[in-house]
């Protein structure tokens, strides 16, 4: 009995272990690959890591590429978007979630319409109304793009986070003083915290990996952002595959550490409400 | 504290009306208790009074000042919600502080106001946790202390005893009770417990369908109910209801479907109407001989240790009776009852007292 017990917590782990060594092979696949030295790339064979390690590869990346604006600019966009998105979609995922208007119904089926188009048949439109605007090649039109694209969604995202907190709460505000916009920043705000750290997280990474738009809407590298960038190792001749990947590891960088940052809330918000409280 | 003036208040949703012409005079310092069955309105009657519905007609008044179109923040009440609907990210001493914040109080007024609050409902050890580590009833204690700290017009009680159990219930009742005993403050409390309705009211307001069928004293209520629905929704077990006509003649009586009939005193009734007869299980006597003496048969005994609930059936009509004797305990077969003349109530077809 003590025997079967122990062998399925094993086969448990291992299963586990199988299904991460599976989901961050890639992760390791793009390290090593960063790592490994233009005579070996080739030559080795395919090794789990190459018999000789060099940060060649990133030196080349940050100091003799573009890549460092490519950066900065997707920095700019994706954190820009994000706190953009979020906030417009705090406001009307609250109201969505608590107030009662004239055409909610249809206001909503039109923001669920917006998730229907496949992207590339918008890509044409979208540029020939940013054009005359001058948004083509800026990252302020990209920024408007992503934007209007992840409020829809977002808001969806909030207006959840929103119906989960009861009505009560804001009501007791109310009666307490507060206006019904004291109420929803001092009271229902600090408790969406977990929706609102998804709803960033989601955006900025959504935005961060974006690659349709802004191989469109931007030409040449000053306003690039590093997923385009990421294709300027891709010469006539040849791919810079340790280049690349050298850019990829770099750019995963804040990916992580924002998501670091907001884990607190999230692993909260993913398992909100599941359990009285 | 204030007097609260409710005048011919409607509300519908749409067109669908959930009250009725509500007419209701508050004075200064009393406890009213808004009773009836869970839709009757009596939720909907206090959020109105609270500002967290609109009124559709009538007007309402707080201290003589129309509030109809008045914020919440604006009037000047406070209110205890079911839920507690405490502030989940604030300590104890901030949840109770936060109107007070909100007013722009001084720092040292506050923190004296808040001692004082949590002093009076035992809270003092607890101020710094928040409410998820709090019990049910110290939530309630809380929620009542955010109420307190404010001395507002007047309180408002949204079923606030409804999530705790029993025992905790009656206890936070006395509570409450005393606590208007020492604060004096004007108090709505919404409940659709009868027990606690009686308990606690200077006066109740009994609803039914989005309409007040009664305002008086608990007594009031208990003994001289309007109409028939009052009269089983007031006391536990309820009243029993017997339907029947009178019949005048030289001795009057009632004449029950199954032939039964009992010799009364003569409510101004016409001969022969149709009217139900009723009488509250307690004011059963179980003995007796002669005329008025009916044979009823034992269904079932419900000891309850504070006394026995007895389940009698009379021809068709199945009643209670209340009892503490407890040689009921063993009751079965066919047992003599009486309903004494002056406990009887009688409705006529319409359900109104007679």
């Known amino acids: 009995m003590r025997a079967n017990k122990a062998f399925l917590i094993i086969a448990h782990r291992l299963a586990i272990l199988a299904y991460i060594a599976f989901a961050l092979f890639p992760l390791f696949w793009l390290l090593k690959v960063a790592v490994t030295p233009n005579d070996l790339l080739y030559s080795e064979g395919i090794r789990l890591w190459p018999s000789r390690a060099s940060l060649e590869h990133f030196d080349f990346v940050l100091r003799h590429s573009a890549f460092p604006v490519f950066f900065r600019n997707s920095l700019i966009v994706s954190g820009s978007t994000a706190v953009i998105v979020t906030i417009l979609a705090s406001l009307s995922g609250y109201a969505l979630s608590r107030f009662r208007f004239r055409g909610k119904y249809w206001l909503v089926t039109l923001m669920l319409l917006t998730q229907m188009f496949p992207l590339v048949m918008l890509v044409a439109p979208i540029f020939k109304i940013l054009s005359p605007l001058g948004l083509t090649n800026s990252l302020t039109g990209l920024v408007v793009v992503y934007t209007a694209f992840n409020v829809p969604f977002a808001t969806f995202l909030m207006q959840s986070f929103f119906d989960g907190i009861p009505k009560d709460l804001e009501e007791a505000a109310m009666i307490d003083g507060a206006t019904q916009f004291v109420a929803f920043r001092q009271i229902i705000l600090p408790l969406t915290l977990p929706g609102i750290a998804a709803t960033l997280g989601f955006v900025f990474t959504a935005a961060w990996s974006e690659l349709l738009f802004s191989l469109m809407l931007i030409s040449g590298n000053a306003q690039a952002t590093f997923p385009v960038g990421l294709l300027s190792f891709v010469s006539k001749f040849s791919v810079d595959f340790g280049q690349m990947m050298a850019a990829g590891v770099l750019a995963l960088i804040p990916a992580c550490l924002f998501f670091l940052l907001i884990q607190r809330y999230l692993v909260q918000g993913l398992t909100a409400g599941a359990v009285k409280g | ?354």
Not at chain 2, 27 to 41: H, I, K, N, Q, Y
Not at chain 2, 187 to 208: C, F, G, K, P, W
């Open chain 2, 1 to 354: 504290m204030a007097s609260i003036d409710i005048a011919n208040i409607k509300k519908s949703y749409g067109t669908h009306p959930v009250l009725h012409d509500v007419d209701l005079k508050i004075s200064d310092g009393e406890f009213v208790v808004l009773v009836g069955p869970s839709g009757c309105g009596k939720s909907t009657l206090l959020r109105m009074i609270a500002g967290l519905e609109s009124v559709t007609g009538g007007e309402i008044r707080i201290a003589g000042r129309r509030v109809n179109d008045l914020a919440p923040k604006d009037r000047d009440i406070a209110m205890v919600f079911q839920s507690y609907a405490l502030y989940p990210h604030m300590s104890v001493a901030k949840n109770m502080s936060y109107s007070l914040r909100l007013r722009k109080t001084a720092k040292d007024r506050i923190a004296t106001v808040v001692a004082g609050a949590a002093a009076k409902l035992g809270l003092d050890p607890l101020l710094e946790r928040r409410p998820r580590a709090l019990s049910g009833g110290q939530r309630q204690r809380v929620a009542m202390g955010r109420a307190i700290v404010r001395q507002p017009k007047a309180f408002l009680f949204d079923e606030p005893l409804s999530n705790l159990d029993a025992r905790l219930r009656e206890q936070m009742r006395a509570e409450i009770k005393k606590l208007h005993k020492d604060l004096g403050a004007t108090s709505i409390y919404v409940t659709h417990d009868q027990i606690e309705a009686m308990t606690l009211a200077d006066r109740i307001v009994a609803m039914n369908g989005g309409v007040v069928q009664q305002v008086g004293s608990p007594l009031d209520l208990y003994d001289r109910p309007a109409n028939l629905f009052v009269a089983g929704f007031i006391g536990s077990p309820g009243m029993n209801f017997f339907e029947g006509n009178y019949q005048a003649g030289e001795v009057q009586r009632f004449e029950m479907e199954d032939g039964n009939s009992i010799p009364l005193d003569a409510p101004p009734l016409s001969n022969n109407a149709r009217v139900t007869l009723g009488i509250r299980p307690e004011h059963v006597v179980l003995a007796g001989h002669g005329p008025e003496t009916l044979l009823a048969t034992v269904d079932l005994v419900e000891p309850t240790g504070f006394g026995i609930i007895l389940h009698l059936s009379l021809g068709g009509a199945s009643f209670k009776a209340f009892t503490n004797d407890r040689s009921f305990l063993t009751a079965s077969g066919t047992i003599p009852v009486r309903f004494p003349a002056h406990y009887l109530h009688f409705f006529d077809a319409e359900g109104r007292r007679v």
